[in-house]
């Protein structure tokens, strides 16, 4: 149910923002092909740091599954009707393929290229760690807030629409007013935090049955992380084409707004 999956992608952005930050020292100016979160294995004291980072996690969203676990017994199994036609042949599979790809590519091209934007933008080295870590714990806490809404509105296009604005604006803000970036970096987190989870809720929301759940989990997350693998690759080749910030920066609000449709 959603009422699990907050606390635990919570604690996987809790977890994700500490290399983060401590990366952010890291002297060498980030490449293509060398997107920022490379540096947590480049190191070998970074390399603990992803270690701990694991271990971190792993404990944390233990602590947060076991009440699910032990509460309550198994429903009674009821017999499914199959499905009438492929999930790849279905619109609403797409959708949530597309959805979970595109937020996934936002978030990707934020922690994998912001650091460089921002020191480019005047701020330091350190400044700019913290300033992702602060995304970082924006989208954690706005996300706790998404099982309740998904609970108290039967539709949930609206906040899809809504969290997709919130990382469009930040990123704008971003590009045009680098100097307020503090302010920007928790606006794309309030949109970032609560999209995962709305993405990855939709994969039982929108099935049918538990079987079509597992299939559209499959799809959506394989097709999707594919997609959002390329986010990052596309944001530095176009820095590279362009030799700024403006072109790129461009792309990801209109992937931002594009998961809202």
């Not at 076991?66 to 042949?89: C, I, K």
């Not at 809504?162 to 990123?171: E, I, M, N, P």
Request: charged share 10%; aromatic share 8%.
């Amino acid at each position: 149910g959603g009422g699990g999956l907050s606390p635990v992608t919570a604690s996987v952005n809790l977890a994700d923002s500490v290399p983060i930050k401590l990366q952010g020292g890291a002297k060498r100016r980030m490449r293509v092909f060398r997107p920022a979160w490379t540096f947590v294995s480049k190191h070998d004291e970074n390399t603990q740091v992803g270690s701990i980072r694991i271990d971190l996690l792993a404990v944390i969203a233990l602590i947060f599954w076991l009440p699910h676990a032990r509460s309550g017994g198994r429903p009674a199994e009821t017999p499914e009707t199959p499905d009438a036609h492929p999930l790849w042949r279905t619109k609403i599979a797409w959708q949530v393929t597309g959805f979970m790809g595109l937020q996934s590519a936002v978030f990707y091209m934020a922690i994998s290229w912001f650091p460089a934007i921002l020191r480019d933008a005047g701020f330091s080295a350190s400044a700019s760690g913290w300033l992702l870590t602060l995304y970082q714990a924006a989208a954690l806490i706005a996300g706790l807030a998404v099982p309740t809404l998904i609970r108290r509105f039967r539709d949930q296009r609206g906040l899809a629409l809504c969290t997709s604005v919130l990382a469009a604006l930040g990123v704008l803000g971003v590009l045009v007013a680098p100097s307020a970036a503090t302010a920007w970096m928790i606006v794309m987190g309030c949109g970032s935090g609560p999209s995962v989870i709305l993405a990855l809720s939709f994969m039982g929301l929108r099935a049918k049955s538990q079987s079509s759940a597992v299939g559209l989990s499959l799809m959506a997350q394989g097709f999707g992380y594919s997609l959002a693998a390329l986010g990052p690759v596309a944001f530095g080749l176009l820095h590279d084409y362009t030799g700024g910030w403006t072109v790129a920066l461009l792309a990801s609000i209109g992937i931002a707004l594009l998961q809202g449709v």
